[in-house]
């Protein structure tokens, strides 16, 4: 496995890859690497011929200066999981190599960004797409891989490729879960032993109103019986608990059977934010 540092070094190995004819699938993360992560590579490996994991804890999509001084990282063990995986190659940039300069392009992705996650941590999906296009400019993938956890930035980015057209073909992977269905998630690391049973509201959450919303309840009723349930937990609170439809992220009121729809729930479980979504007729 290359453990490559610069943009030019990935570069010219991807050059190589291309000139054997072989197909190239990225797998972008922030390290902290986990099962679901490894379930990414896994596709990858599945439906590429060559794989490329890149780690790089993005500064411009953390609006919490706090929360991107306590991601965890895990650089050593990341790369030794990676290397067991059969990776081919790990892009580990520090800062400088990505952003040489500050960025001062601004992305607006509409209505995608101005609920939940975009409504909750302003500039967040700047980050991100910023950093995404960097990365795709410069790995150049024939397809690349992403978790349907998080359903909000998977939108982003589809919107992303279509605006600027890249070149490549966004793999949308299941949510990976433990044996009891909490997300499995880097910041799962951060929770304290005391709260990893309240993290299973959130799951247990989404299970309860799925059930609900098909048995023909009304939404409105079902999610102000979970904002009840969180509020036993003195130390969970809830930010958001909606009902959207899948692709587009608009907020929607009851169960339409004809269109994608998905609940999607974000909560702090002591100091830790975490995010969920369950698909709920597609």
Sequence with gaps: MKILRTKDAVKSFCQNLVNDKLSIGFVPTMGALHQGHLELVKYAKENTEAVIVSIFVNPTQFNNPDDFDKYPKTLDNDLELLNNFGVDAVFVPDNQEIYPLTPTLKLDFGTLERVLEGAFRPGHFNGVG???????????????????????????????????????????????????????????????PKDREKALTLYRSLSFAKAELLKGGSWLDIRAKVEADFSRWPDVKLEYFELVHSGQMLLMDGLHPEMPQSICVAAFVGEVRLIDNISVNH
């Design 130 to 192: 910023i950093v995404v296009a960097k990365l795709l400019n410069i790995v150049k993938p024939h397809k690349a891989f992403f978790g349907q956890k998080d359903l909000q930035q998977v939108a982003v980015i589809k919107t992303l490729v279509i605006d600027f057209s890249f070149d490549v073909e966004v793999v949308v992977v299941p949510t990976v879960r433990d044996h009891d269905g909490l997300a499995l998630s880097s910041r799962n690391l951060r929770l304290e």
